[in-house]
């Protein structure tokens, strides 16, 4: 058992506060008046429709956790090739990611008409109540997210003797609950919410020109409850798993990196990425505290607001950093310090990026707006391309983030010393942990959008005065804008994650084969012909024993079927919003054609039928694509054992990132294209510019919603299905 230090406390000291923010915000929110008995009554139907939902998705994800922590337990306890805390390990962080969506959701649901009353009196208040809101998601997440870790980190150096290497990849296995957990959320989420959405703008807008969130739109409720089961939950669940998988992964690379020297010196590294998490909770609040605008504010005006909070976060965290990794003694503390600002960096450039490209305050968008006025292909076609030209950014931040932090922690050497290599990677992973430091505030203006979304709904649909939906439209333009935000602001932080769990495989590796060596396996060097002993072999070792080079075909067939994991689980679930969305498009154009009167008021639709054509779908839907993740790295290391597996990982991070942002910023520049024309732009609303940007809209709304988002979660779980299963995957060998 390693002695841990006092100012290890520190985390779960901060997870509290995060939660106890986190009820406060809550309970702020719950004191605002709901406002008019109608707005009561829709917001009842949106919670009670994404309530009924989460319970019936969380009962699907039972059954499958049932049966791979069953899976886990035999590898375990029969065949011996398996850590025996992973079973238990696997669960918890499932269940936390689950509770992380599902506290999120709930606040939604009780934000969004608190919202739109608050902005019957000013644009203030009601930016206030939904990014507190939104908060209320990012402080529990991240609180949630620490306390797991500090119990975990306390729990196995109070009861094993094991190393602080087995520790740490045995922490790592929860990441794999978490992923599990965050891909059904996402998945079923974005296949709920993308169908109702095309259903609605489809035969509503389009065919009927009726406007947005119209109550006579049988699939508006079934919308606005989309919006809480696939943005909130969803996103929350993933950020969830990206935040804790950056800190255990660079705990794992310090502890593989400190190795040799032991003590106090290899408890610190380990120690060190929780410890920056844990005072970037502290910051989040901080930033938090500062979003405000004023009445009258323009789209460039709210962003500013909520860039206040977040740049000013972001800024006192790498002034800490020094700080922190000074005074815990970290030799090249000032280096590793630069490390994470290299990844704070990163993300604000890459969020950065999203806005230009997103925003219609900027040409990209402008430009996708102008192309309406010659048609919906011309939409299409300008999305698409807008979408690919905004790669280059993120991918060019990523690759200088990814050097600039291998250095940094080497003294600028890009030397692939086993040394260097060590402290390069943990650089990496220290970068990735420096990007989610201040999740806390990141999250909350991500969970913010859907709010401010289902808040201009709760207005549309009360039938509340121009000038409200006026502020609406504004708060939930930004949104969208927030949103595409914080999906480029999660694939980045899930490149350079999936970077360190890739040093962190070899690590399993590696304690996989000294369990089979205890069993009696023997492992001869392909080209020295001598018994190979993992306790004592690098990185460099381990690459030059599997011969995971460029020229090895298994590493290549690996990078093949990695990049086409990506694109093959990207058609699953487009192919099964557009399923969905047929079903929907005939339910919403029966109502109109046989209930009589509901075109012109007089008649109530049949909200219910639509929820559960979104219900049915999703639940069914999500299922395949899910466990095809799951199975791809299983199937790929019995038959082509280590090398594949890494170049399948390498393939599934390259090409999933790139399509994750193409998919997500074309999504979003999308949608914004469509609300640039109706504010007045190009013809306004009803305009044959605004039928064309709607039928981009929804092309664009399982892009940004379903699909992109998705893929990050993708890039980690195979990650993670690769660790736990690295000991089937020996067996084979």
Known sequence: MSNIPMVFWLVPIASICALGMAWYFFKQMMREDEGTPRMKEIALYVRKGAMAYLKQQYRVVVYVFIVLAALFAFMAYVLHVQNPWVPFAFLTGGFFSGLAGFFGMKTATY????????????????????????????????????LDIAIWFLVLNGLTDESLIAITTTMLTFGM???????FACVGG?????????????????????????????????????????????????LYESYCGSIL????????????????????????????????VFLSIFGIYLVRTKEGATMKNLLQSLSLGTNVSAVLIAAATFVILYLLGMDNWLGLSFSVITGLAAGVIIGQATEYFTSHSYKPTQKISEAGLTGSATVIIKGIGTGMISTCVPVITIGVAILMSYMCANGFDLSMSSTSLANGLYGIGIAAVGMLSTLGITLATDAYGPIADNAGGNAEMSELGEDVRHRTDALDALGNTTAATGKGFAIGSAALTALALLASYIEEIKIAMARAIESGQEFIH??????????????????????????????????FIGGMAAFLFCGLTMEAVGRAAQKMVEEVRRQFREIKGILE????????????????????????????????????????????VMGLLVGGLTCGFTLAVFMANAGGAWDNAKKNVEEGNFGGKGSFAHKATIVGDTVGDPFKDTSGPSLNILIKLMSMVSIVMAGLTIAFA
């Open 526 to 559: 392909p080209l020295t012909q001598k018994l190979f002993d993992p306790e004592t072999a690098t990185i460099p070792d381990f690459m030059e024993f599997f011969q995971v080079n460029l020229m090895n075909p298994k590493v290549l067939v690996g990078a």
């Open 177 to 183: 609950g978490a992923s599990t957990q965050a891909l």
């Open 111 to 146: 934000a969004s008409a608190r919202t739109a009353n608050a902005a019957r009196k000013s644009m203030d208040g009601g930016l206030r109540v939904a990014f507190r809101s939104g908060a209320v998601m990012g402080l529990t997440v991240v609180g949630l997210g620490l």
């Open 601 to 644: 008021g007089k008649a109530t639709p049949d909200y219910g039928s639509c929820v559960e054509i979104s219900t049915r779908a999703a639940q069914h839907e999500m299922i395949f694509p899910s466990l095809l993740a799951i199975a791809i790295p299983i199937i790929v290391g019995i038959v082509l054992g280590v090398a594949g």
């Open 190 to 238: 974005g296949i709920y919410t993308k169908a109702a959405d095309v259903g609605a703008d489809i035969v509503g807008k389009v065919e009927a020109d009726i406007p947005e969130d119209d109550p006579r739109n049988p699939a508006t409720i079934a919308d606005n409850v989309g919006d809480n089961v696939g943005d909130v939950a969803g996103m929350g669940a993933d």
């Open 249 to 280: 992964s660079t705990a794992a690379l310090g502890a593989a990196a400190f190795s040799a020297v032991g003590g106090e010196t290899q408890l610190k590294a380990v120690i060190a990425p929780m410890l920056i998490a844990a005072v970037g």
